[in-house]
């Protein structure tokens, strides 16, 4: 269901729900290299009354802009690796279409679960590995090898529970390949573009996207982007991880009671 829809509310108060929506998951977005839609998602349905579908559909249309905005901003402080991302990228949308096969003949809940795990896992990293800001990703095979089981784990892991690749490429980055906080976190912005557009030209086709939806929470958070990647550069990778594993947790608070809600029915 869209704001189109929605006859009790005024389109003047939609567009000012879906403008606040983009300013805060603009700001996440830049701030910890995640596209947002696990921000996006939950506050369409909740608060503009989408179904998961749409609200889906609406927030992959959404992500492609700001993630561009938050590529530049993080390149502007060489913290993009260019080549690894694109790796990671073909393997995510291989990989997304293996999970998308496979999500009929698991266990959603016990996915869910096994998330969480590892979600909680990165948590506790988190608080073990520094990242240091002077690293770079060196392209030997076996990096490039690794970047590829990586890029198709994400795909798999996305197409199996809807979440962005982000909040895997970004831990997976920092803490399997020792890059720095903030290369993995501009690496995971650009990863993510090509395989949003290529779902964002799907849902167009299959009418899951609400046009205003998408072009008020795409443009609003195109203009706090750039801000939260400030931020993220000029915090202390210690600060930084913090501030990651708190969103983690809201993360895997959010797949626990999913997985919860699953099991009663």
């Not at 929506?21 to 701030?31: D, Y």
């Not at 076996?142 to 970004?170: D, K, M, N």
């Amino acid at each position: 269901m869209g704001a189109s829809d929605q006859p009790r509310r005024s389109a003047a108060a939609s567009v000012l729900l879906f403008v606040s929506i983009g300013l805060l998951t603009g700001f996440l977005s830049g701030l910890f290299g995640v596209g947002g839609g696990v921000v996006i998602v939950p506050l369409l349905v909740l608060l503009l009354g989408f179904d998961q579908r749409r609200a889906a559909g609406t927030s992959l249309a959404a992500i492609v802009p700001s993630a561009a905005v938050g590529v530049v901003s993080y390149a502007v402080n060489d913290a993009v690796a260019w080549i690894p991302a694109l790796i990671l990228a073909a393997g995510a949308v291989l990989g997304a279409q293996f999970g998308t096969w496979l999500l009929p003949r698991v266990s959603q809940t016990a996915l869910r679960w096994a998330f969480v795990g590892f979600l909680l896992a990165v948590i506790v990293s988190l608080f073990v590995v520094i990242p240091s800001r002077d690293v770079h990703l060196t392209l030997l095979w076996p990096a490039v090898i690794g970047l590829v089981v990586l890029g198709l784990a994400t795909g798999t892991v996305s197409g199996l529970l809807g979440v962005g690749g982000g909040i895997i490429v970004v831990p997976a980055l920092i803490l399997v390949f020792g890059t720095s906080d903030l290369l993995a976190k501009g690496t995971s912005l650009l990863m993510m573009i090509p395989a949003a557009i290529s779902g964002t030209v799907g849902n167009i086709i299959r009418r899951n996207i609400d046009p205003l939806g998408a072009v008020c929470v795409g443009l609003a958070a195109c203009t706090t982007t750039a801000l939260g990647a400030w931020v993220a550069t000029s915090i202390d990778p210690f600060t930084a991880n913090i501030l990651f594993a708190v969103f983690l947790a809201f993360i895997a608070t959010q797949m626990a009671v999913k997985a919860v809600r699953g099991r009663r029915r």
